[in-house]
């Protein structure tokens, strides 16, 4: 299979298992326990159908969304998500590099292995910094200032993760960081040699966020057992309040589910709530963000952005999300796969492929703006 010939999230899935060790695919692919919640992600948008308007004069459409201060050309953006490096040598670099092909912001992770300053001073396009509220209060602060000197304007703090999701296939793997792996493990990585030939010969794995805080060498940890024993689970509304006040910037919390917690965030001054179970990484049987979308926009109200994101694999997923009243969706593994299969040209053929459905499903729905989609095109079954 080759890149011309994806057409679809599935399509790049399919390659990006062709091309990557078992390991790194399925801590990619997987979700937590039985992975109800990542299968209901996707299933949610099923059960809501749109009512398309006719004869309304669409042969020019305007695919613009403004959101946290930034315009941006299109209404989907690149979540931030861990270990780029490890899918493709490219790794943060090439995600940059589409997203600002397309207009669009993109997230550096605390776990990214591209450093975040590198990334703002070589593209420009908006860029948030994903925070992970280590219970070293110095570390977070050390962060957040090597945040504001590179120029980030916006914080995304992700507030689902207090404790690492219960991933499987990661222990049947044996996938942690540094790599060590068990025999099956071995034998994955064995049988994809230019995966591990890539590896090599490009630039040593280093997750630059953290290395100057937090020494890796001492033995390998899984993500789940970074999560867990690394941040910090005393955080409450009080510390982000305290954090919000420190950066000064833009604030969005990532992983808000409930309509009293979106509530709360307008009340301690965040700009901005992402609706997200982590890609339905963390507490497996939790709702899915567009099955409780509409709950949790009603509440915020006007007062912050609410940005959504898990499960969505098509343009007609973000419009549903847009008409229900988020101001733009994220991509994860809609991204991370086609990074995986190719590279940059991987990334922007995906993000071109979902800027053309959404181009296309705009006039079948017969709006030219994004902001004339509300509830009355939707209809729950
Ligand atoms: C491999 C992988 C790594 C991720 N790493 C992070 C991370 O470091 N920080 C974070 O806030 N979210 C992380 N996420 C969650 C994404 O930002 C996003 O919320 C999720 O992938 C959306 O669901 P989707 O993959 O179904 O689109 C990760 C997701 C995946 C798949």
Not at 61 to 80: I, M, N, Q, R
Request: contains cysteine; negative net charge.
């Amino acid at each position: 299979m080759r890149l011309s010939q994806c057409h679809n999230f599935h399509d790049f899935r399919k390659l990006a298992k062709q091309r990557l060790p078992g390991p790194i695919f399925n801590y990619i692919d997987g979700g937590a326990d039985d992975e109800i919640t990542l299968r209901r992600n996707s299933a949610a948008f099923d059960s809501c159908d749109l009512i398309p308007r006719v004869l309304a004069g669409v042969d020019k459409v305007d695919t613009s969304v403004e959101v946290l201060g930034h315009k941006l050309a299109v209404p989907f953006y690149c979540s931030p998500t861990a270990l780029q490096r490890l899918f493709h040598h490219q790794g943060e670099r090439a995600v940059a590099g589409a997203a600002e092909k397309f207009g669009t912001l993109f997230g550096v992770s605390t776990l990214g292995t591209v450093d975040m300053r590198d990334i703002a001073r070589d593209f420009n396009t908006p860029q948030v910094y994903q925070f992970y509220f280590h219970k070293d209060r110095g570390l977070n602060r050390a962060m957040m200032e090597s945040a504001k000197e590179s120029g980030i304007d916006t914080i995304m703090l992700t507030v689902d993760t207090i404790i690492g999701g219960n991933r499987e296939r990661d222990l049947r793997t044996g996938f942690s960081i540094p790599m060590r792996l068990n025999l099956k493990g071995i034998y994955e990585f064995v049988s994809n040699p230019m995966w591990g030939i890539n590896y090599l010969l490009h630039e040593k794995f280093s997750m630059p966020q953290l290395d100057a805080h937090i020494n890796f060498d001492g033995g390998a940890v899984s993500i789940g057992k970074y999560l867990t024993d690394m941040l910090d689970q005393s955080m409450d509304w009080d510390d982000v309040a305290e954090m919000v006040e420190f950066w000064g910037g833009k604030f969005c919390l990532k992983g808000v589910m409930s309509a009293e917690d979106a509530k709360r965030a307008v009340d301690i001054g965040c700009n901005g709530i992402v609706v997200s179970n982590h890609g339905g990484r963390q507490l497996d049987g939790s709702r899915s963000p567009f099955d409780h979308l509409t709950e949790v926009v009603d509440a915020a109200g006007s007062d912050l952005d609410v940005l959504f994101d898990s499960g969505v694999q098509r343009g007609t997923h973000v419009l549903k999300a847009l008409a229900i009243g988020a101001k733009a969706v994220g991509l994860g593994r809609g991204y991370l796969y086609p990074l995986a299969a190719a590279g940059q040209p991987g990334v922007e053929r995906a993000l071109g492929l979902m800027k053309a459905e959404v181009e296309r499903d705009m006039k079948l729905m017969g709006v030219t703006q994004l902001c004339q989609l509300t509830r009355d095109h939707l209809r729950f079954r």
